[in-house]
């Protein structure tokens, strides 16, 4: 099998540049479906597309994810050899719709993807981030749910040529009905921009006390971060902070963990930052085999010390 | 109503042990069922309280599933009763032989209403089994699923896509997978445990829900590995008096420099 037809598909034109420069480095036809306008499709074109399958919107109350049957015949007609499907929420819903269409399994959120003597290879992470799978597809059709940051987007080329085309999409009729879309409430974050993030842990006893650690947080000039069970368990942080194998995987140049044992599901988050720092009670934490810089304390007897100290230095 | 929640067992993370060249080793590993399954039981258990109704488990594996202490534990968290699909394919499946086979013994399980998923297993989280078996029953599926509110003949949820909540509108029977922020799933007290000694456990083999011709796997495994470790320091200080404070804000400082 050769890699020739590569698809990309995302309802975030942001992943376009990068997907479309996954598909070129993978193949040799590029084709992107869209849900969304005209002058979105060029800017695909500029950014890698050969063709740009544009699926109007059908109606407000209708999901995206409706047209999966649509999708799926688009591709099985025109050979799809691999299909590249952001891993947003949609995106993910849309990967298995088609999937199931075309009879196959979904390759999820891959963290790299090679062509290897014809043959699709992917690998991901299992186990809660304890392993990494190296896989070959076996299917005609590939279909891979891809995030941000495996691939680079290439400069955008406004001399780019490429052909659009419209599509008006069958509709499931799937039962659902959208009433209503609100933006979400509360803040949002982009921590895995951020250069310097600050985690905080168990090794708090309470929301109160995490005070300590947001004056430290900005004191150093960073991101405050958490734990899943912070987000998860006590709400005491929202779930945009929360850093770890469901969350967000971080890229900071330092990252200091307090009050965090350092799980595995929790360090696949922070294994990128340049600089890892560690405070924590028990010596035995399994974050005090894999950090730089650790302080063995506690954290509510140091942190107070450590702050002065660095607001002394400033 | 009645709600089918479907749960995986799962060799536990932090009990896989690295030997040596990168290779993994699961043998000494407790399986349990998956913490994002936990939020899905809990999420059928709430709506069979609010409006009445059955709460059945579905699981598919390979023999694990023969552990009672493991099957115990799934019922304890508020289950009416268990069906066991159990065979040895099972253990290296794939999302779509997955959402196969549970297609098949939720067909073999009689009526249903609502049919919940977690956000992902705890082992492989590919968060696609949900979807795949929705769009296989030909029936709505929605994952992200981030609050359930019954309302007669229909559904209505909210879903957290990337920087918005959608409010949908849904038919019944419906699939849906939920987010691992949906609720807190209840600790099982003794009496639950008790009770669940009681509970009825039904197990299948493949054929006997007629699923014993899977379809091919997708794709094969070629490795398994622990993913290459960082070089870090190590540079770590102990206690809390003001030298060892000063040497670690010293290290600190230089780092931010």
């Known amino acids: 099998m050769t890699v020739n037809n590569i698809w990309v598909i995302t309802d975030d034109q942001n992943a376009v540049g990068e997907l479309c420069d996954g598909g070129r480095q993978l193949g040799k036809q590029v084709s992107v479906i869209l849900f969304s306008d005209q002058n979105r499709a060029q800017e695909a074109i500029s950014s890698g597309a050969d063709q740009v399958y544009l699926f109007g919107q059908a109606g407000e109350s209708v999901m995206i994810e409706d047209y999966s049957k649509s999708i799926a015949e688009l591709l099985r007609a025109e050979k799809a050899d691999l299909v590249l499907v952001y891993s947003s929420i949609r995106g993910k819903l849309i990967a298995g719709r088609i999937a199931t269409q075309l009879g196959i399994s979904v390759l999820s959120n891959v963290s790299e993807l090679t062509v290897d003597d014809g043959s699709i290879i992917v690998k991901h992470m299992v186990y809660g981030g304890a392993a990494i799978r190296t896989e070959k597809a076996l299917t005609d059709t590939v279909v891979v749910t891809v995030g941000s940051g495996v691939f680079e987007a290439m400069p955008k080329d406004a001399a780019r040529q490429g052909k659009v085309n419209e599509i008006n999409p069958n509709v499931d009729n799937a039962g659902i009905r959208i009433l209503e879309t609100r933006p979400k409430q509360g803040e949002l974050v982009n921590l895995s921009a951020a250069k310097r993030v600050v985690g905080v842990g168990r090794g708090f006893a309470a929301q109160e006390d995490l005070k300590m650690a947001e004056e430290f947080t900005a004191l150093v000039g960073a991101e405050m971060a958490c734990s899943r069970p912070i987000a998860e368990g006590e709400k005491w942080m929202s779930k945009e902070r929360y850093v770890g194998v469901s969350g967000v995987v971080l890229k900071p140049d330092i990252y200091i963990a307090l009050g965090i044992s350092g799980q595995i599901q929790h360090m696949v988050g922070v294994n990128h930052a340049k600089t890892l720092v560690a405070i924590n009670k028990d010596k035995n934490a399994p974050i005090f085999k894999q950090v730089d810089i650790g302080l063995v304390g506690d954290l509510y007897k140091v942190l107070p010390k450590i702050a002065e100290k660095i607001k002394a230095q400033n | ?257």
């Open chain 2, 1 to 257: 109503m009645r709600v089918i929640t479907c749960c995986k067992a799962v060799p536990e993370a932090q009990d896989i042990v690295v030997t040596k060249d990168r290779q993994i080793s699961i043998e000494k590993a407790e399986w349990k069922f998956g913490q994002y399954d936990l939020n899905a039981v809990e999420a059928g258990k709430q709506i069979v309280e609010a409006v009445g109704g059955q709460l059945s488990g579905l699981c598919a594996g390979g023999k694990i599933l023969d552990n009672s202490k493991l099957r115990k534990d799934i019922l304890s968290r508020g289950l009416d009763d268990l069906y066991v699909v159990m065979d040895e394919k099972m253990e290296q499946a794939d999302t779509y032989q997955s959402a196969k086979v549970l297609e098949a013994a939720i067909q073999k399980m009689g009526d249903f209403d609502l049919v919940l998923c977690g956000a992902g297993s705890s082992d492989l989280y590919a968060q696609q089994v949900g979807n795949q078996l929705g769009e296989l029953l030909g029936l709505p599926v929605v994952n992200a699923v981030n609050k359930i509110t019954p309302e007669g003949d229909k559904i209505i949820v909210e879903r957290t896509v990337e920087n918005a909540i959608q409010v949908l509108e849904i038919s019944l029977p419906a699939v849906f997978s939920v987010t691992s922020e949906i609720n807190v799933p209840r600790i099982a007290g003794m009496k639950d445990i008790i009770a669940a000694n009681k509970k009825s456990v039904s197990k299948f083999t493949l054929s006997e829900i007629n699923a014993d011709n899977l379809p091919n796997s997708s794709s094969e495994i070629l490795s398994t590995m622990a993913p290459e470790q960082v070089d870090r320091r190590l540079n770590i200080l102990e206690g809390e008096s003001d030298e060892v404070i000063d040497a670690f804000v010293k290290l600190l400082s230089a780092e931010l420099k």
